[in-house]
């Protein structure tokens, strides 16, 4: 019988809302020295992180990254929105160094975000802090996973004894409301390509799991015209914010789920909306489960498209990173909204998540 792989993020160190203020309250004391990496988009998630921060930081030794992502003839109130932020974020930190990245190739138009944010990042030594900090609430995808992993990657091979911290401000219902204008073609992220270009990967039966979207249906089209996949197991958010967001996603890739994907109604997989370790530990079964199955006929491998909430597409990431499996995802050349005029203020209800990734503190033996 295959034996059962030790998880890294089983048991994981995280904490929830009211708990996630008290953890920095309490862990951010005037010993630490922080790398605080984050974005100030339109995003009005851009600054809530940052303002509980600043006022634990101000007593530590710390630099702040703010990345401004930049892509083709943006609407006015975003440009004017981000401003806001990036020069609030500025007045709340001593040391801040601001990077503005474009996200598409001014000569032909191919994603670069991730590679652009990795080449700043890896400007800042990161053996100089205790503790890297990154805010994902206003990056992008493309963005925050090479940052994640490329800091990953790094600590982790050469033993460093610094923690890697991740917040969220998570909101489903913006995440709703902001919507993105795709690009035409969908790629791989950078640092995320897998094992998918060997050739015993061509050979394995490939499994695409999906993060089903309201908005991201015409994605979730083109990318599954790049991973072509011999089977697909589409993951809805359940519990969810929304009681309803399950119906409403079936009925919205009906056609999708009866015909092009061929999905069997029990290969549909629920996750929950709100606990980023549930879709980890699911990815992670499935995982196990089909390289025992299919070891014989050429084995099999996972693909991933985290086009969920943040929190989801954060399960989907330490999935990604435990067994280094490709995420394939469609960039955005812009955005509009779901409705006339978007809460920019930011009234809408949200909560906070902090996830604690590396770190000898916190796990002593799974690194």
Not at 4 to 30: A, M, S, Y
Not at 70 to 81: C, F, G, K, T, Y
Not at 127 to 152: C, E, H, K, W
Request: one cysteine or more.
């Amino acid at each position: 019988m295959m034996a059962l792989e030790k998880r890294k993020w089983d048991p994981c160190v995280t904490h929830e809302d009211g708990d996630v203020l008290t953890f920095i309250q309490n862990f951010f004391t005037k010993e630490r020295k922080v790398l605080f990496v984050a974005g100030a988009g339109f995003d009005p998630r851009s600054t809530i992180i940052a303002e509980h921060l600043s006022k634990q930081l101000k007593n530590c030794t710390s630099t702040v990254v703010i990345f401004r992502e930049e892509r083709p003839d943006p609407q006015n109130r975003l440009v004017m929105a981000a401003n806001a932020h990036s020069e609030k974020i500025e007045k709340l930190f001593k040391d801040v160094k601001l990077f503005t990245i474009d996200i598409l190739s001014k000569d032909d138009e191919a994603v670069v975000g991730g590679l652009n944010a990795v080449s700043a990042i890896s400007q800042f030594k990161k053996n100089n802090y205790t503790d890297i900090v990154i805010d994902i609430s206003a990056l992008s995808i493309g963005v925050s996973f090479p940052i994640i992993r490329y800091m990953f990657d790094n600590i982790v091979q050469a033993k460093m004894k610094i923690n890697i911290h991740i917040f969220v401000t998570h909101s489903p219902s913006l995440d709703i409301d902001i919507l993105p204008i795709f690009c035409e073609r969908a790629d791989y992220i950078r640092g995320f390509t897998g094992k998918i270009q060997l050739d015993p990967a061509r050979k394995a039966r490939k499994l695409w799991l999906p993060q089903l979207s309201l908005s991201k249906h015409a994605a979730l089209i083109r990318i599954f015209s790049k991973v072509v996949p011999d089977e697909t197991c589409p993951i809805i958010p359940w519990p969810s914010e929304d009681p309803k967001l399950p119906d409403r996603l079936l009925e919205i890739y009906h056609a999708e789920l009866l015909s092009a994907w061929e999905v069997d109604p029990r290969d549909i997989v629920f996750a929950s909306e709100n606990d980023p370790l549930d879709l980890y530990r699911t990815i992670l079964d499935l995982d196990d489960f089909r390289r025992k199955v299919l070891a014989e006929v050429g084995g099999s491998f996972l693909v991933l498209s985290p086009t969920g909430s943040k929190l989801m597409a954060l399960g989907s990431l330490l999935a990604a990173l435990e067994r280094d499996l490709p995420v394939a995802y469609l960039e955005t050349m812009g955005y509009t909204f779901s409705q006339a005029e978007i809460d920019l203020s930011f009234k809408s209800s949200y909560s906070f998540f902090h996830l604690w990734l590396v770190g000898s503190e916190a796990y002593p033996t799974n690194f």
